[in-house]
Every structure is written in C-alpha cells, then in structure tokens.
C-alpha cells in the first residue's frame, strides 16, 4: 500500500482505500471530481456520489453519470489490492472523466443517424429517378406510335361501322364484325392508357384530396360492377374498410381513384375462391399510406419483381399488363411510391405511400 501512495494523474483520479472501505490516499484530481479538499477525504469512507461500496474480492467496472456533476459522466474502476500472503489489503479505485468521449460518442451517432437519413433519402430520389426516365422513355415511345395507331384503328372502327349499316341484325358476319369492333376498342383504350403512364406530373393541378372519400367512391362504384361482371369468382368476396382520420394529400382525385381501382381489381383477380381485401389508411408523420391487402393467391418472387413493367401480366390474353404500370405512374405523378408485399399462397399486400400535404 505505501509503494501506491506515489500514483498521480492529472486526468484520472486515484483513491487507495483500506480493508474498510476508508480513504487512505486520492490524487488531487480524485479531489477535483469529487469537489473535496484532500484532507477531507482521508480516513472516511467513499463519498455518497461512488453510490455504493464494492464487495472484499469484488471489481467494479461501471459508468456514473450525473451523480458527480451535472452533465459529467465518469467511468470508475474499481479492484481489490492483495497482500503477498493472498489477504486482500485494500482497494483500488480510479475515476475517469468520460464526457467529452461521451459527447463525441452522440455526436457521432446523430451524424452516423442524419447520414442514413440523407441515405435513404438518396435511395428514393434514386429509384424516383430511375422510375421517372423509364416512364418518361415509355411516354415517349407511346406518343411517337400513338398517332399513327390510333389512324389505323380510326380507319378500322370507320370500316366496322359502315360494314355494320350494310349487314343484317341476322346476318352470320355480324358477330366477327362486333368483335372487330371491341377488339380495336380496346385497342385504343390500350394506346391510351399507355400515353397516360408517360405523362409527366402536373403540380399546379393538384388540389386537398381525402384518401377516405376516394376509397368509398371506388368501393360503392366498383366492387358491385366487378362482382356483376365475374360472379363466379367475386360472389364470395368481402371488402373490409378501416379508414383513419385526416387522410388527406395534395392530388389528382381521379388519377387517385384509377390507381386504387386497379389495385382492387387486381385483388378480386386473384381470388378466385372469395375471400377477403381490407383497404387501409394510415397517417404518419410525413407520409399517408393507401394499402390494400387481400388473401388471394399471392404471387412468386419473379412475378413480385416484375409487377411494374408494362405489358407484364399473369393474365394471358385477359390482360393488358398496364394495371400496375398505372398505378405506379400515378404515384410518381404524386411524389409518392408504391410498395408490394406478396408471397405465393398468403396473399398481396399494396401500399401507395404519399407524401403528407
């Protein structure tokens, strides 16, 4: 014990305590942290702001904060000194002022937590970017054939109607000619909505939209019609609503209630025995989300990766693969992205994720 009584720090305070727990010697700094004199320190026992006393054989590594100092945190060490006969003969204690580290230590966390901010930020300005040139390369393309298409199927339907003022009610032609008709129709509903993917977004337009009126105005129009339309697949599905509160963006409603139509239809396509789609809002700070979940067939990994490109469909001919292409495109139009989660044979969940007005 006498050889320790030479420690001096002027960073760490050093205490020698005896077999009872009473200060035998302390550094000056050890005066400092613990804002005694010396002198008072010496012969009594560790002050109230150590808070405890360790066990005879016990080492102590812990960290005190605020007990000796406001906004100061001190790390504390604390071991046993033994005898050459193995008896313990005192204790050691050593004080370290940790709160600069500590401080460098949240800064460095607030920075490391802004970093991945600006991060994800980064990511989704990226994958905006990448989204708005495929569309903007998809709208161009559309408009460079759309004129020259829509010339050919102008001239078709034109044919399809003088051939129908020529042909009888009961004439066996009539029907290939009805389907001429409605094949070029929606040939140019094709065309059309293809232009629509690439038009680019229009701001100024926007005006307050409620999320929730938009759901009731697509489930009161749609559901009924599609139930009509497919009874043998859509008797048995029920829609689940659960709305919240002050669901409001700066949009297009018409736009908004197109991309939630194609959503829902989508999930009344995937469930061919019935069950059930729940359609959500959900306010959070920053961002209101339109989710619609169902518990149809779900879709595998490569479907899932591909559900935006256009002209992709699980559909066969009954499809023209430019649903969710839609609706991505409308999302972007509105600052926003959409989100699918899907595993085969547990359902779909979508999620278009606004920016909050």
């Keep these: 014990m006498a050889a320790l009584r030479n420690i001096s720090s002027p960073e760490r305070g050093v205490l020698l305590l005896d077999t009872d727990g009473r200060v035998m010697f302390a550094n000056r700094r050890a005066g400092e942290i613990l804002g005694a004199q010396l002198d008072d320190l010496l012969g009594k026992a560790l002050p109230d702001a150590i808070f405890r006393c360790p066990g005879v054989d016990e080492i102590a590594d812990e960290v005190i904060e605020g007990r000796l100092g406001e906004q100061t945190v001190f790390h504390r060490y604390s071991t046993p000194v033994y005898a050459k006969d193995g008896a313990v003969a005192g204790r050691v204690e050593i004080l370290s002022d940790i709160t600069a580290r500590r401080e460098l230590e949240k800064e460095i966390l607030d920075r490391n937590v802004e970093l991945a901010e600006l991060n994800r930020q980064l990511e989704e300005a990226q994958e905006q970017l990448v989204a708005s040139e495929r569309l903007r390369a998809l709208g161009e393309m ?3 054939v759309a004129h020259d298409i829509n010339n050919v199927l ?3 339907l034109g044919n399809v109607q003088l051939a129908k003022r020529k042909l009888d009610e009961a004439s066996p032609a009539r029907q290939s000619i009805d ?26 337009s926007y005006s307050e939209v409620d999320l929730n009126a938009i759901v009731e105005d697509v489930v009161k129009a749609a559901i009924p019609a599609w139930r009509e339309q497919e009874s043998g697949k859509g008797a048995g599905i029920s829609v689940e609503t659960d709305l919240a509160a002050d669901a409001i963006i700066m949009g297009n409603a018409s736009e908004l209630r197109e991309a939630l139509a194609n959503v829902l239809l989508n999930a009344v396509q995937s469930m061919e025995s019935g069950g059930v789609i729940k359609i959500t809002t959900a306010v959070a700070q920053g961002h209101v989300d ?17 559900v935006f490109d256009p002209f992709f469909t699980t559909r066969g001919a009954e499809g023209t693969g430019l649903g969710m292409s839609m609706v991505d495109a409308i999302a972007i139009r509105h600052r926003g992205k959409v989100i699918v989660e899907s595993e085969q044979g547990r359902g779909t969940s979508v999620t278009i994720r606004f920016v909050r007005r």
């Design 142 to 144: 559309a408009a460079g």
């Design 154 to 156: 102008g001239i078709i």
């Design 179 to 204: 389907a001429i008709e409605l094949a070029a129709r929606d040939a140019a509903e094709t065309v059309r909505r293809l232009r629509e993917i690439g038009k680019p977004m229009d701001v100024g």
């Design 290 to 306: 339109l989710t619609v979940s169902d518990t149809g067939v779900g879709m595998t990994a490569e479907t899932r990766s591909r």
